[in-house]
């Protein structure tokens, strides 16, 4: 990890979150000091699992909770490190798992989301070889109410507990 991205990165997350809450506060009444963005998403258990086939997608899993109000959408996951990043579903179809882009996800303050085996998860497509089991990539969440926040992902084996 390179750290001169990582300030780079966190001083950027610090600006944007000024500009996104200075001019409103939220449906709770909290102020713009009361929490910043990046504390306000908070992400547990953050993992990415490699695929068995080099080649194929990984996916990403972690709990994620709001810790304020308003009910924003996750408007996007990208994982540093894959071609391109999908928030899928997984649905049974007659009787069939099947999984797939999901339906726009809101979140309710303090309420965690689970992406975990079986259900949501993040499809890293095309993941680069710099990607290791036993390493460490990052994750960005931005919500449709402009917050984002950048978190670390630790990277597992397919074969590995998910
Ligand atoms: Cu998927």
Partial sequence: MKSGFTRAAIAAALTFGLA???DATNSEGETAEAAKPKERIVVENARLVLPAVAGNPAAG???LTYMSGGGPVIESITVEGAGSSE???VDMIDGMMKMDKAAPISLMARTPVKFEPGGYHV???KPADTLKA????NMTIKL?????ATVPL????????R
Wanted: aromatic residues 6%; proline residues 0%.
């Fill in 20 to 22: 996104a809450c200075g």
């Fill in 61 to 63: 899993y972690f709990d």
């Fill in 87 to 89: 928030i899928h579903a």
């Fill in 123 to 125: 499809m890293a497509m």
């Fill in 134 to 137: 036993g390493g460490k990539t």
């Fill in 144 to 148: 449709s109410n402009g917050e984002e």
């Fill in 154 to 161: 630790d990277i597992k084996a397919a074969g590995d507990e």
